[in-house]
């Protein structure tokens, strides 16, 4: 069935420096790409997403990348500050109706001062 | 701007018991998902509705069941509960033309405590 690995599990950095997360999946069908940032005990938050007609997008210190020939994505975090420790989920899904979303595992990411 | 509103925001009930989750999507939203989040886990897709009708259906047991009813809001009702049940309840919303194929929009949850 349809999978998203998403590595690593955990990742600390120090404040200033940049994140990577990465992912891969599984269903070559797949051709939407959402990132969430999860807060300890709150819900998830969409916080920028990627189309499979598009290699890169980019919202302020927040980037994603797509590379549908190796089935892998992206989120790069640059510049990281306090508050962007949380968990972060990558996600893919077939935009083609209102279907499930497989979710990656999810990366605890901690900013160190 | 009005949110996904869900409740109640805290359940406990015993095993064997029944429970009724409500969710009140955004205004507008043709689209409703339901996932289940358990500790440390990732959020797992249980069902979703587009336009009140059913539209997929992930790992949800036999004894749960959802509807979305006239006025867009959805419940999710759960019944023979059993102490794995106890997780983190999200319901999402979204725009189909907008976000096609994705919850964009995450209600705070609703946390099911079964003992």
């Known amino acids: 069935g349809e999978n998203v690995e998403q590595h690593p599990s955990t990742l600390s950095v120090q404040e200033g420096d940049s994140a990577v997360i990465k992912c891969t999946y599984s269903d070559s069908a797949s051709n939407y790409f959402p990132w969430y940032k999860q807060e300890l005990g709150k819900r998830p938050q969409l916080i920028i997403d990627i189309r499979s007609n598009v290699g890169e997008k980019k919202d302020q210190r927040i980037a994603v990348t797509l590379n549908k020939t190796a089935k892998h994505f992206s989120l790069h975090i640059t510049e990281t500050q306090p508050e962007d420790s949380a968990v972060y989920f990558c996600a893919a899904s077939r935009d083609s109706s209102a279907s499930k979303i497989i979710f990656g595992s999810g990366t605890r990411l901690s900013i160190r001062p | 701007a009005a949110g996904v509103i869900q409740s109640p925001r805290h359940l406990i009930k015993e095993k064997r018991e029944t429970a009724t989750l409500k969710c009140y999507p955004i205004p507008r939203h043709d689209t409703v998902y339901w996932y289940q989040q358990g500790p440390g886990q990732d959020p797992q897709f249980l069902i979703s509705?587009?336009?009140?009708?059913?539209?997929d259906k992930g790992s949800i047991p036999d004894r749960f069941s959802a509807q979305q009813f006239s006025d867009y809001h959805s419940e999710l009702n759960m019944s023979s509960l059993e102490l794995g049940d106890s997780a983190l309840y999200f319901c999402?919303?979204?725009?189909?033309?907008?976000?096609?194929?994705?919850?964009?929009?995450f209600g705070q949850g609703t946390r099911l405590t079964v003992v």
């Open positions: 509705f587009y336009e009140k009708m059913q539209s």
């Open positions: 999402a919303s979204s725009l189909l033309s907008q976000y096609p194929g994705v919850a964009a929009f």
